[in-house]
T-cell receptor
């Protein structure tokens, strides 16, 4: 089945810093989503991005489907950005395959 | 707010008991998914329903069952509960099979 790898596994930054999170996947996919799980456990949809680039405020994402990777950019980090960022891809059976996540801690 | 609702938010019960978790999908979404997330773990896919019919099964135990009703809400039944069933249970919905999945706030289950 499809393998999804995220890097880095952990990231600690000062407030105001920028960061890039990466998601590699091993096969072609029907879609790709980025999620943020906040410290209270809530899973928040960030982007639905099977290809191309999207922006939402301080966050943007780029998926290069032909090269099987996606990047999530966070600019001017805030403490509320802390949590775990998951990448998930939809396989040929229309099932979401999840990466292990990147744990982000933003220090004030 | 994703538009997906789950009840209850928290549930504390004892081993051997049975509980029912409820999910209402976003308006118009036909597909409902159930996931389990144990402490510091990733999400495990349990089961998917599409327009009332079971479509796919993941790592769902035989003690667990689910259904989707004609009004498209879904229930996940967990029986003969064990300590290891303590987890966060998420419901998600999507409009199409390949569409984005939107997650509810989850039900936090604690089995004592």
């Amino acid at each position: 089945g499809i393998q999804v790898e995220q890097s880095p596994p952990d990231l600690i930054l000062q407030e105001g810093a920028n960061s890039t999170l990466r998601c590699n996947f091993s096969d072609s996919v029907n879609n790709l989503q980025w999620f943020h799980q906040n410290p209270w456990g809530q899973l928040i949809n960030l982007f639905y991005i099977p290809s191309g680039t999207k922006q939402n405020g301080r966050l943007s994402a780029t998926t290069v489907a032909t090269e099987r990777y996606s990047l999530l950019y966070i600019s001017s980090s805030q403490t509320t950005d802390s949590g775990v960022y998951f990448c998930a891809v939809l396989d040929s059976n229309y099932q979401l395959i999840w990466g292990a996540g990147t744990k982000l801690i933003i220090k004030p | 707010d994703s538009g997906v609702t789950q009840t209850p938010k928290h549930l504390i019960t004892a081993t051997g008991q049975r509980v029912t978790l409820r999910c209402s999908p976003r308006s118009g979404d036909l597909s409902v998914y159930w996931y389990q997330q144990s402490l510091d773990q990733g999400l495990q896919f349990l089961i998917q329903y599409y327009n009332g019919e079971e479509r796919a099964k993941g790592n769902i135990l035989e003690r667990f069952s689910a259904q989707q009703f004609p009004d498209l809400h879904s229930e996940l039944n967990l029986s003969s509960l064990e300590l290891g069933d303590s987890a966060l249970y998420f419901c998600a919905s999507s409009g199409t099979l390949a569409g984005a999945q939107y997650f509810g706030p989850g039900t936090r289950l604690l089995v004592l």
